[in-house]
């Protein structure tokens, strides 16, 4: 408890029964039980000291008791309730206004209460204007009225609303009016009509309703005062519980005043404290003007509230450590004074804010503590400071606190700093949300007197530095997560030191990943690798390959040097540095920066046909270069293997065909046939001048063929290789019969089966100058079976001037014949072809005949189908059944048709 109010007598033994008061400004009026309205002037003359006189007393007023007053200062009228007539009174001199008071004449004698709604409005130019709204209770009805400023009488707003009952108390609240009857409380949605059941009074003999603000009501139920919002909902968990059931309440924010029998209490809704005791004589009405000047009277005396300065009263309850109360007092005073020194009065609340939640802080209230720090300005590093060990030494000295800061320990420990994470992940995503312009954050200091930071850059390195400590501290699987964010401002230095001292060099490779420090994460991975007590994570090549395939190209310097260990330690992993499938085409590194950079590796050439094959194979590069590298790759890697294999062979044993010797040689022999089989981009005719003659007969064949040395390519099969079957393949693959080089195949291989003396020269000329044949004997049985199998596919003239004289004419009767047979088969054809094309010519000629036949006139009536204008001297195309049409009208039909 602590003192709020004083009450100072300043109307003592009145002759009248006071039974209403009102008060606005320094005037009082006093409503008297014979009808009579007494106005005094109260003059403060500092403190608790008032002047009183009395300045106007009407005696003829009313002739009853005068049972309820309200004053509306900005319309200068007054209205009243006396003998269940409610009346309209000008302000300064208490005259009835007939007009008015006629407006309202449908309760005339029947009023059991009113209730006023004054709304003070600010128009356009900035002037107040004054709003009145009126509901009264006559009878068992509610009427409705509104105050109409240019006639100066009051109009109905809506129809009488019925009631079950006579209310005995009216309240407004927003758009809605609280209504009291003996045993209940009623709300009646003025829009609607609709009424809703509240709860009984209770034991009360009557109601009793205090509005609070603007949007919310106290409803009375013994002695429990419940707080409801204009739709009639509680809006408070908890009651608030008097000592005594109130007669009267008044509402003076932050305090609820009540009227018990021995005293006015005083006590605040949320938090629900008890305040003050008053003592007085028998206390009957409240009543204060909208400048907070508060009055209480009792059957003959009335007193004045005098309100203590609200800084010490904030002074004494932080000193007592009832913040809350202080920030409601706080609050409330900056609520009434906004146009005043509103810095003044926000410095002032989140003052007292900080002293709070550093007392929840103190009291392990470590949540609640750091929950209200997260709505507040204050600079995050003061509120790190809480934490003795967070904060470098020198910096944290710097930092005032209200005390000593206790340092915790176990689950204390543990507990604040899950609280401190959830604090600086909310600050986090605050500065996140700000303008990235903005370098500055205003921050305050959690004492006065602190110096504060105010750099964005710094505030956010010491936010995300302790959010690492904590996250190592109390749950290190949230430590890489913090780090791989791409916005994280960890400070190096720091976090390089906790995250070694706490073994965690897997996130500290995260950081220096994050903060682009390749190089360093690099070598730490390369240290690693080759240690003994390095983590089996960073143990080997793995990691340290998928970090250099991380790197875009603008780190080819970077991923070279490293890649350098790694493909010595491991060259098939080493390698997919370069062809990882994850990396996009833009990522990949320049093709031939990477040949350059493997060939100089030891096995540099065997590394090369890896990477081109992948290049060419696998991401489909459509680059002829790449192709013809891979070509001489293969060809650099066979060649030497190749020598060796053929010097190994046994005097007289012939090589074993391309691809089938055995091993890597015959794998990789078959690889490359395969691909020149294949492709369809490499560049024969620049390849094949690098395959040697002793050598590579296979290949040197399959480039003879894409550069259309036919003649060459089938030589090496007949005579080098003699593999007939390979020969017929490739005249197979090759013929075209409308292509001039390539329709003769079949005729050069025969010349080569019939006339073998005549291939020396070819070869010397051709092939190679020093080559000798090794079987010149004619082939006949080939021949034939070329003749037999192909005879369609030589040219017959040809394969006559190739027979060999002493060739054995019945070896041709089969061939013979099959040429005569097709040309008989081709001219019976030709005869059937050129009957139907005759019959085909009769049938149009017929068809001619008889559409030149018919007749028809062309008039100038004569109109178009289409567009319905006539044909006159236009184009014109008969269509079906004699119609015409222009050619151009008939043509756009039919391309819309179309």
Not at 442 to 459: A, C, D, Y
Not at 597 to 606: D, I, M, R, W
Not at 816 to 832: H, M, T, W
Not at 880 to 896: E, F, G, I, R, T
């Amino acid at each position: 408890m602590h003192e709020a109010y004083q009450t100072t007598s300043i109307i003592d033994k009145l002759p009248y029964t006071i039974e209403s008061l009102a008060a606005y400004g320094n005037k009082l009026i006093v409503g008297a039980r014979n009808g009579y309205a007494l106005v005094y002037r109260v003059d403060s003359k500092g403190g608790s000291i008032y002047e009183v006189s009395l300045e106007q007393a009407c005696k003829t007023f009313s002739k009853k008791p005068v049972t309820q007053l309200e004053p509306v200062e900005g319309l200068d009228i007054l209205l009243s309730l006396s003998d269940g007539n409610v009346g309209v009174h000008e302000l300064g001199s208490l005259k009835i206004m007939p007009k008015a008071t006629e407006s309202i004449g449908a309760t005339k004698g029947a009023a059991s209460a009113f209730a006023a709604d004054v709304q003070v409005l600010k128009t356009l130019d900035n002037n107040k204007q004054w709003a009145l709204k009126l509901c009264i209770s006559a009878k068992k009805s509610v009427y409705l009225y509104y105050w109409k400023n240019s006639s100066e009488m009051f109009t109905e707003m809506s129809v009488k609303i019925p009631l079950q009952d006579i209310a005995k108390q009216l309240c407004w609240c927003k758009s809605s009016i609280c209504v009291g009857f003996k045993r209940e409380y009623y709300m009646i949605d003025i829009d609607s009509g609709e009424k809703k059941e509240l709860f009984p009074i209770g034991r009360n003999l009557d109601p009793l309703i205090t509005k609070v603000g603007e949007e919310s009501l106290t409803l009375n139920r013994d002695n429990i005062s419940i707080v409801i919002n204009h739709e009639g909902q509680p809006t408070q968990k908890h009651g608030i519980t008097w000592s005594e059931s109130p007669s009267a309440m008044l509402y003076r924010a932050p305090y609820l005043i009540g009227i018990l029998p021995r005293f006015i209490e005083i006590r605040t809704i949320e938090p629900r404290h008890m305040i003050q005791t008053l003592p007085l004589d028998r206390p009957r009405i409240l009543s204060h003007t909208r400048d907070g000047a508060l009055y209480v009277a009792s059957l003959n005396c009335v007193w004045r509230f005098t309100s203590l300065s609200v800084k010490m009263q904030i002074t004494e309850l932080i000193g007592n450590k009832e913040f809350e109360l202080a920030l409601l007092l706080s609050e409330s005073n900056r609520s009434e004074n906004l146009e005043s020194s509103f810095k003044g009065a926000e410095q002032q609340l989140n003052s007292i804010k900080n002293l709070h939640a550093f007392e929840l802080f103190s009291q392990k209230r470590f949540s609640d503590s750091m929950s209200k720090f997260a709505d507040l300005p204050t600079d995050p590093s003061h509120v790190i400071g809480l934490y003795s060990d967070l904060l470098p030494w020198e910096f944290r000295a710097r930092i005032q606190y209200p005390r000593e800061v206790e340092e915790y320990r176990g689950c204390d420990r543990e507990n604040a700093l899950g609280a401190l994470i959830d604090y600086l992940t909310v600050k986090r995503a605050e500065f996140s949300k700000l303008d990235k312009n903005e370098k500055e954050i205003h921050t305050e200091p959690l004492i006065e007197g602190s110096k504060t930071m105010r750099s964005r850059r710094q505030l956010s390195q010491i936010i995300d530095t302790t959010l690492l400590k904590c996250y190592l501290e109390i749950n290190d699987a949230l430590v890489a997560p913090l780090l791989r964010l791409k916005d994280n401002f960890c400070h190096i230095e720091e976090s390089e030191t906790v995250l070694r001292a706490n073994g965690k060099l897997d996130e500290l490779i995260i950081l220096y990943e994050t903060k682009q420090l390749h190089e360093k994460a690099l070598n730490l991975l390369l240290q690693q690798s080759q240690s003994t007590n390095a983590p089996s994570s960073l143990r080997g090549v793995e990691r340290t390959v998928d970090y250099l395939q991380k790197l875009d190209r603008t780190q080819s310097r970077i991923i070279f040097n490293y890649s350098v260990w790694v493909m010595k330690a491991d060259p098939e992993k080493g390698l997919s540095i370069f062809t990882d499938e994850l990396l996009e085409k833009e990522q990949r590194l320049p093709v031939e920066k990477v040949v350059s950079f493997l060939q100089n590796l030891e096995n540099g050439n065997k590394l090369v046909l890896q990477y081109l094959k992948h290049v060419v194979m696998e991401w489909q590069e459509a680059n002829s270069e790449y192709h013809d590298q891979l070509v001489n790759s293969y060809r650099e890697e066979i060649t030497p293997m190749l020598a060796e294999y053929i010097s190994s062979l046994p005097e007289g044993q012939s090589p074993a065909p391309a691809g089938s010797e055995g091993g890597e040689l015959g794998d990789l022999r078959a690889q490359l046939l395969h691909f020149l089989d294949v492709s369809k981009l490499y560049r024969a005719d620049r390849l094949i001048r690098h395959f040697p003659y002793e050598y590579f007969h296979e290949e040197r064949a399959v480039l003879l063929g894409r550069c259309g040395h036919h003649k060459q390519a089938l030589f090496i099969y007949v005579h080098i290789l003699q593999r007939m079957e390979m020969a017929e393949e490739y005249c197979r693959q090759y013929y075209k019969k409308d292509e001039p080089g390539d329709c003769d195949v079949y005729v050069h291989l025969l010349s080569y089966y019939l006339r073998p003396m005549d291939s020396l020269l070819d070869a010397r000329q051709l092939y190679s100058p020093n080559y000798d044949l090794r079987d010149t004997q004619q082939n006949h049985a080939a021949a034939l079976k070329i003749l037999k199998q192909h005879a369609g596919k030589v040219d017959s003239r040809k394969v006559l001037d190739l027979i060999p004289d002493d060739f054995p004419l019945s070896h041709l009767l089969p061939y013979l014949e099959s040429i005569i047979e097709k040309g008989e088969i081709q001219k019976r054809e030709n005869l059937v072809l050129r009957n139907l094309l005759h019959s085909e010519k009769l049938t149009i000629e017929r068809s001619r005949i008889m559409c030149e036949r018919v007749k028809f006139v062309v008039t100038e009536k004569s109109t178009c189908f289409v567009c319905q204008n006539k044909i006159s001297t236009s184009s014109f195309v008969r269509h079906s059944q004699n119609s015409l049409a222009h050619l151009s009208c008939l043509d756009s039909k039919v391309m819309d048709v179309g």
